[in-house]
């Protein structure tokens, strides 16, 4: 009973006092306590005589901003600057305003933007910091599970056009990110599913061992544990350090947002919508049974997938005189080569294939199976 008491104990001290660095492309990624990560130092040495200014959205700014300002004393006379929350406010002529504000403000070149929120946060405030001015420094501090094992690294900031998904953007790295799995506390349920979506592409395309563990914590627990946080970061990280430009391998985080970024446009327009993670649950079904129907996966693999996405995320429901306006969208999705869709498909369970030609009637029919199938 000691011994479990204890390495129980050493866990909560380590888990509470240390802070785990990741080195990536010119910027550092801290999980961790956010209390003894390097952001004290960052404020108080190198950006001692910037002002500070943090986005957030009403959300946040209710949930988590009390705790950053409170935490930090640096941080008392920041700037708060709201944008509204959601993918349909993931738009330019709101960066405009922002950027009006700033002006407004009288902002100079030295103002450190700090990114507070989910995906649609870092993706936005990316991009206003990164074309400010030509480019003020930014740093993320994730507060939903999507944005802190995805969204917030890897340098993609952008917003949507109409409903064409991050159409318009630059890669753009912020200075540092910190990831604090206490902003999770006040999150929903469906908000964590989203992130675990993320998290078992990760695992799907390059780690069957990631995979797995996912799969079995999410499946006893309905949570996910830091540690497999920390290990979805590395996965992509790894993948975005070797090609921070996506002319090769980084196309592989695309697996299952061919068909997911198609979905969550058709529902944007609609304003009917789904979270980014159900989608991308969808594109991992589907585009693993076009790996299956072409061969490439074999059936026990696909069977396994298609349990798993069963079982963890609800039917996303179109009818099937929607497909063919689902399938026009995928022909501006950013893969795309020639005027032909190209997907990541999967060889196994931790094996993928970049550029992969896939004809819209293989599509169509991956969609009508995905209609009956569920
Ligand atoms: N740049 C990239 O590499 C990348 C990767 C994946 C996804 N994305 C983008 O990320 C976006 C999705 O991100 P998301 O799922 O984080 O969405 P989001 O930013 O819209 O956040 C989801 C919801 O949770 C709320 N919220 C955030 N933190 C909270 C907290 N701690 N407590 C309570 N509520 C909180 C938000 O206000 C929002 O309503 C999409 O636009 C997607 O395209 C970008």
């Known amino acids: 009973v000691i011994n479990i008491n204890l390495s129980w104990f050493v866990k909560l001290i380590l888990k509470k006092y240390f802070v785990k660095s990741i080195k990536s492309n010119n910027y550092q990624i801290e999980i ?3 209390l003894n990560s ?16 943090i986005i957030v959205d009403e959300n946040t700014k209710e949930y988590c901003l ?18 509204p ?3 349909e406010n993931k738009q330019l002529d709101i960066c405009i305003q922002i950027w009006e504000v700033f002006t407004e403000y009288c902002f ?43 969204a917030s690294i890897g340098g993609k900031t952008g917003v949507d056009l109409g409903v064409y998904k991050n159409q318009v953007g630059l890669f753009s790295f912020p200075k540092r990110v910190f990831i604090d799995t206490i902003f999770l506390t006040t999150l929903e349920a469906n908000q964590i599913k989203n992130g675990i979506a993320e998290m078992l592409k990760h695992g799907l395309i390059v780690d069957a061992s990631h995979w797995n563990e996912v799969l079995k914590c999410y499946q006893s627990t ?15 990280n790894e993948i975005v350090e070797k090609d921070p430009l996506e002319k090769n391998i980084r196309k592989k985080l695309n697996f299952g947002h061919t068909v997911g970024h198609a979905l969550e446009s058709y529902f944007l327009e609609k304003e009917n919508h789904i979270l980014h993670g159900y989608g991308v649950a969808v594109g991992i079904l589907i585009e693993s049974y076009i790996s299956f129907k072409l ?20 039917k996303v429901n179109f009818a099937k005189e929607e497909i063919s306006k689902i399938i026009e969208i995928m022909r501006n999705d950013k893969k795309n080569e020639n005027g032909q869709i190209k997907m990541i498909l999967l060889k196994s369970i931790g094996i993928c294939l970049i550029d992969q030609s896939v004809s819209e009637s293989q599509i169509n029919e991956a969609l009508h199976w995905y209609l009956n199938d569920y």
């Open 32 to 34: 961790g306590s956010i």
């Open 38 to 53: 390097s952001f004290q130092t960052l404020l108080s040495n190198d950006y001692n005589k910037s002002k500070k200014v």
């Open 66 to 83: 009390e705790y950053l300002i409170t935490s930090f004393t640096e941080l008392s006379d920041a700037e708060i600057i709201e944008l």
């Open 85 to 87: 929350s959601g993918e």
């Open 108 to 150: 100079d070149r030295n103002i450190l933007v700090i990114n507070l929120g989910g995906g649609v946060i870092s993706d936005m405030g990316g991009l206003i910091a990164s074309l400010y001015k030509r480019g003020v420094h930014f740093v993320n501090i994730p507060t939903t599970l999507l944005s802190m094992v995805d």
């Open 222 to 236: 309905h949570s996910i544990t830091d540690d497999l946080i920390y290990q979805s970061v590395c996965i992509k």
């Open 295 to 314: 061969g490439l996966l074999e059936q026990g693999s696909f069977y396994e997938v298609r349990g798993a996405i069963h079982q963890i995320f609800e």
